[in-house]
């Protein structure tokens, strides 16, 4: 069974930063595609962030260059540093695991065609 655990939200003030951390076990870690996905009140879940197997990363528009996605294979987690906060990143942030990864991952973040999901960490930003 996999099974993920999103951690590391918080509130933080506009221009701050969080890391968040997703937790993985039950599977072979290293040979599937991960993602970050963020939904806020009213509005539809969007994909911020995915790896595919080797770590490489594809981005939000809205993100880019403030964001970034990692893999630690040793440690089967996943990480997000978000830096350079708005108010508008405030959303439940999810994790998202696939074991077959059959599109490109900007198809894959569009979709939200990922298999695994954790239950959300919130992240708050003030302004």
């Known amino acids: 069974q996999v099974h993920l655990v999103e951690s590391g939200g918080g509130s933080v003030q506009a221009g701050g930063s969080l890391r968040l951390s997703c937790g993985a076990s039950g599977y072979h870690y290293s040979s599937y595609c991960m993602g970050w996905f963020r939904q806020a009140p009213g509005k539809e879940r969007e994909g911020v962030a995915a790896?595919?197997?080797?770590?490489?990363?594809t981005y939000a528009d809205s993100v880019k260059g403030r964001f970034t996605i990692s893999k630690d294979n040793s440690k089967n987690t996943l990480y997000l540093q978000m830096n350079s906060l708005k108010p508008e990143d405030t959303a439940m942030y999810y994790c998202a695991a696939d074991p077959w990864c059959p599109h490109p991952l900007f198809i894959m973040m569009a979709r939200g065609s990922f298999t695994y999901w954790g239950q959300g960490t919130q992240v708050t930003v003030s302004s």
């Open positions: 790896a595919d197997r080797d770590g490489r990363p």
